[in-house]
């Protein structure tokens, strides 16, 4: 039953160009994609060792510059690029690891906020590198071998496989004693220490590897629209990410998905149902509904809600 | 005075809050194999010097050696992976975790597995991972939550979270345990239950530091007690004699003079 369910769920995932026909619910899925990994990112962090980061834009910025910066200064092919990508976000989160060592709650939500904020300006002043407002346009898109990824359909599989790649990781780092350090440091931090969890170890390496995660989204999403500017700095992004985590179900590996994939194709529903001026409101509404009916999200609902059908079916029997 | 390779040894230990000495120069040992229990008025400084040996603060002035070698300044993480892993006064538990999970990170230490190892999913992880589960299963029953396996920590009634502290602090694979109350709040059943499972631990060669207002349970389990005021060891011996110490009575009483 479960493996039916999940073949058939990979089915649709893996047929989507075929059948959805217009292109612009493509590129919502391929956005979606993209925020998938995104808020995989925030989740190991705001989920599993309970820090919030509001300044996740960095290391989606970062990505996104680093890689279109070595495609088109160093032009380096997009592949290694996107590498490179990954690697220096990675090297971001591990400061920001360092520095946050000692801080908790609000004081490691301003670190973080203050990083990006910093990212950003450097972003719009250093004219030489970044070409400061007016953005990078010409990013290339990658290719396979002779194929190129540029028709959305196939960039599509691209992003469905980082996105793959990202659970696997999330995944197999959550089932793992590592895993289990981070919850530790959520729950309570003094008895983690008790144990002998080297707690600012875990720390960090949670920061490195969400860090790295959303650089991996940053390459993702300026190789696909081809464009990268200061606007990947916005604090909106941010805010986004954490509405995903949340809504979908902070400290589950399924909620950030599912949070990604609703708030990403929400706005878009909205825009076709009903003129602009509401479209905010109604998005806050839903919202607040949602918090306000399903607080721990989206995917623990679903789970005890069927915890109690399979337990009252047996019940029956 | 005790063999430099064993047990705990605490010379001239003083801590100090600003201006107030919670802790004003203690020595004592932990003879390796025994229970040794703190006792004395609140305030004396009890939880202090528990503090102070896990790493929780440090020390103003003073030397604590472990197995011969001194911990003064190492991490609490750092003096667990020695041997040294304590309980708190106050319920301490991982609250949304299951029973299990709560064990699972005690077992944290025993597990080798790198950040390498669980991104290729290597093989020998499963095994590992079986191996924990089973410690974790056995650590469980030891403390008598057979039943409570998959419940939420923050479920459980009062005294079983105290049980389930105790059995993550065990996880750890202890030389010395040091528990801070663990009766406080519990019932005169429970009490006993705690007692025995003392007993036991220490049975299977953990030294064991205890700090505890109930003197049944310390006049029952230990084999020295040591007695703080003030911040100061006022007596020193065997629960009998302790007893019947005259500074002790007078610190507990407070008789005139």
């Given amino acids: ?317 | 005075m005790i063999d430099q390779a064993g047990g705990l040894a605490v010379s001239d230990l003083a801590v100090r809050f600003g201006g107030v000495s919670a802790l004003g120069g203690v020595s004592f040992e932990v003879r390796p194999g025994t229970i040794t229990s703190v006792i004395g008025p609140n305030g004396a400084g009890k939880t202090t010097a528990f503090n102070a040996i896990t790493g929780y603060l440090r020390p103003t002035r003073g030397e604590i050696v472990w197995e011969g070698a001194a911990l003064t300044g190492l991490r609490p993480s750092a003096i667990a992976a020695r041997g040294i892993v304590r309980t708190f006064q106050k319920t301490s538990v991982f609250p949304s975790l299951s029973v299990t999970d709560n064990v699972l990170v005690g077992l944290h230490l025993r597990g080798t597995a790198g950040f390498l190892d669980v991104l290729l999913g290597r093989r020998r992880l499963a095994v590992e991972e079986a191996a924990l589960a089973r410690d974790a299963d056995a650590l469980i029953d030891f403390v008598g939550l057979g039943h409570r396996r998959r419940e939420t920590a923050s479920a459980l009634p009062y005294g079983e979270q105290r049980l389930v502290e105790l059995a993550v602090a065990l996880a750890a694979r202890p030389r010395l345990l040091l528990l801070d109350e663990p009766g406080a709040g519990m019932s005169g059943a429970e009490k006993a239950v705690v007692s025995g499972l003392i007993r036991k631990i220490r049975e299977q060669g953990v030294t064991v530091l205890l700090v505890e207002h109930d003197m049944r349970l310390v006049m029952g389990v230990s084999d020295t007690v040591i007695v703080l005021n003030h911040g100061r060891v006022i007596a020193e011996g065997a629960p009998a004699a302790v007893q019947a110490h005259p500074e002790v009575i007078r610190a507990y009483l407070g008789t005139a003079g």
């Fill in chain 1, 1 to 317: 039953m479960k493996t039916a369910g999940a073949s058939v769920f990979t089915l649709i995932l893996l047929t989507l160009p075929f059948w959805l026909g217009n292109p612009y619910y493509l590129h919502v899925a391929i956005m979606a994609g993209i925020f998938g990994v995104l808020a995989l990112s925030l989740n190991l962090l705001l989920g599993y060792t309970g820090q919030l980061s509001l300044g996740h834009t960095a290391f989606f910025g970062i990505g996104a510059y680093t890689s279109a910066l070595l495609t088109l200064r160093l032009e380096w092919p997009v592949w290694p690029a996107m590498l490179g990508a990954v690697a220096l976000a990675a090297l971001a989160g591990w400061l920001i690891g360092r520095l946050a060592l000692k801080l908790r709650g609000a004081y490691f939500v301003l670190v973080t906020i203050s990083f990006a904020g910093v990212v950003s300006l450097v972003s719009v002043n250093w004219m030489e590198l970044t070409n400061g407002p007016l953005g990078l346009p010409g990013v290339p898109a990658p290719a396979l071998g002779p194929w190129s990824l540029r028709a959305k359909e196939a960039y599509y599989y691209l992003v469905l496989a980082a996105v793959a790649l990202s659970y696997l990781v999330c995944a197999r780092l959550v089932g793992s004693r590592i895993g289990r350090a981070f919850l530790a440091l959520r729950e309570n931090e003094p008895l983690a220490e008790s144990v002998g969890v080297d707690v600012t170890h875990y720390l960090v390496l949670a920061a490195v590897v969400s860090a790295a995660l959303a650089g991996g989204g940053g390459a993702l999403y300026a190789h696909y629209t081809r464009f990268v500017s200061p606007e990947v700095f916005l604090f909106t992004y941010t805010v986004t990410m954490v509405i995903m985590v949340v809504a979908g179900g902070k400290g589950t590996l399924a909620g950030p998905l599912v949070g990604a994939v609703l708030f990403t194709a929400l706005p878009e529903a909205l825009r076709l149902a009903t003129s602009w001026q509401w479209q905010m409101l109604a998005y806050g509404v839903l919202l607040l509904l949602l918090v306000f009916f399903l607080p721990r999200g989206i995917v623990p609902a679903v789970v005890v809600r069927a915890e109690a059908v399979r337990r009252a079916r047996r019940a029956v029997k």
